[in-house]
């Protein structure tokens, strides 16, 4: 039987595949990403894919279609059911199979579904999923071949193996755990029964409607029931997670949100004194504290581009123990597998925190303190968004200025610094600012602004847009 496929063009992203339900992705195009990628690992010289799903109320439908895809191309299918996506990389790593496939929308509104895929154990990811629509246009598939599925549940042994690397002795912190709705409800709600201390989940049933706050815990706004809990119940800190678990975020005891960057440095000095010199690695948002405070710590601070297939393929080449986005993602090779495990990143914060003489926030109080902008996002047509960024970098090369070409362009000053970027998987740029004083800040705002004025674009809105840091 011949195959062929077209998918809606805005669904093929940077890391995963995207759309909405019902109508830019449909179980059609569920079949055909299971009967291409199937094809990828048979030729990769794979004959087994994992495949999990988030609770999501599409991702039943397309989860079963998306198996149908991968048996298609002779792949025997182990289905690991309902979960967060990280118990789906922990399957795919500890069973070795060809290939693994998540079914989840992250921290999209609901109507939203996705893959996220990893072949042979690494990230699959850029023109590797550009290939997934070449190949279903041109119907380039393996011949049709009828694969054996199983179903297992590997929860248990996940949640034993996450629990197995507390490191905090016997201190009792009282916790607060902000499942959000999430995939990870049912792992979470067994996890913390093996942790020491006083635990309270909320919102830990799985709803794919997510009715009490969207699943995105950088955002502060999402997080405002974990910091009422965090307050009212006099806790130590609150850990919420995105809608499938990759990503994490932190709330300490005095209910102030901590940035990606932050919770990276906290992280760092400890995984430090087991890796003396070792490198550490962050996303090219991070505040330039992190990295200073990184080599402070004794650690070799390395700045990478934005993305977490990015970054986990930068640390499977540098061999680093530990690496983390402001987005959330963090990324362990010290005791765990390298990939972004919000649950594991959890666990191993506690035991960090239960070893403090002190409290978290007295940690992110003694951090420098500087201003910054959130991310600035603006939109700008997807080929002139390189474009802006070239002739951006070539103005600052020939002015002499201190700058980074990691990931746009990123322009370190007196002041601070200032970062633009095109995004990967839309059609805008992205901004960033951080000063040590509202002055400095601003004269790097107006640096930004005259660069965007010379390629012809508009300053960001920066109203509003100051936070401490």
């Known amino acids: 039987m011949s195959f062929s496929h077209s998918f809606n063009p805005t669904m093929l992203r940077e890391y995963d595949i995207r759309g909405i339900v019902g109508d830019t992705l449909h179980e059609a195009d569920a079949f055909a990403i299971g009967r291409c990628f199937g094809s990828v690992i048979a030729r990769n010289g794979g004959t087994t894919a994992a495949v999990g799903y988030d609770g999501r109320l599409s991702s039943p439908m397309l989860e079963a279609a998306l198996v149908a895809g991968l048996r298609a191309s002779g792949m025997d299918v182990t289905r690991i059911g309902l979960g967060p996506t990280p118990m789906l990389y922990y399957a795919s790593t500890v069973l070795k199979m060809g290939g693994a496939v998540m079914l989840t929308g992250s921290h999209n509104p609901p109507n939203y579904n996705g893959f996220k895929m990893m072949l042979a154990g690494k990230p699959f990811f850029g023109k590797q999923i550009t290939e997934i629509g070449r190949m279903a246009a041109a119907g380039d598939v393996v011949a049709e071949a009828q694969g054996g599925v199983t179903t297992i549940d590997i929860s248990e042994e996940y949640i034993t193996r996450l629990a197995k690397d507390w490191d905090g002795g016997d201190r009792a912190l009282n916790v607060i755990w902000d499942n959000g709705n999430g995939a990870a409800g049912a792992v979470l709600e067994r996890l913390v029964k093996l942790l020491p201390g006083t635990h309270t989940v909320l919102y830990p049933e799985i709803d794919g409607t997510f009715p009490n706050h969207h699943p995105d815990p950088t955002v502060l706004k999402n997080v405002e029931s974990l910091i009422d809990a965090v307050h009212s119940r006099n806790a130590d800190l609150g850990i919420a997670f995105d809608g499938d678990a990759d990503r994490i975020g932190v709330v300490d005891d005095s209910g102030t949100m901590m940035f990606g960057d932050q919770l990276l440095v906290v992280l760092a000095r400890d995984v430090l004194k087991s890796y003396p010199g070792a490198t550490i690695i962050a996303d090219v948002k991070a505040s330039q504290v992190l990295f200073d405070e990184v080599g402070r710590a004794g650690g070799n601070p390395l700045m990478w581009k934005t993305g977490h297939s990015l970054i986990k393929a930068k640390m499977a080449e540098t061999g680093c123990p530990l690496a983390g986005e402001m987005s959330g993602h963090i990324f362990f090779n010290d005791k765990w597998y390298g990939f972004d495990d919000a649950l594991y990143a959890g666990v191993r914060l506690l035991g960090i925190v239960a070893r403090m003489s002190g409290k978290l926030s007295d940690v992110r109080r003694a951090l420098p303190q500087v201003i910054n902008t959130p991310e600035l996002r603006f939109n700008c047509d997807d080929v002139r968004k390189f474009a802006v960024i070239e002739e951006v970098a070539a103005r600052l090369r020939t002015s002499g200025a201190n700058v980074s070409e990691t990931d746009g362009v990123r322009v370190l000053t007196a002041d601070g610094w200032w970062l633009l970027r095109a995004s990967n ?45």
Do not use: I, W, Y
Request: glycine residues 8%; hydrophobic residues 45%.
């Open 425 to 469: 998987t839309q059609a805008v740029l992205v901004a960033r600012c951080e000063a040590s004083s509202e002055a400095g800040l601003e004269r790097l705002k107006a640096a930004l602004v005259e660069q965007l004025a010379a390629s012809g674009l508009e300053a960001p809105d920066f109203s509003g847009a100051n936070s401490g840091h």
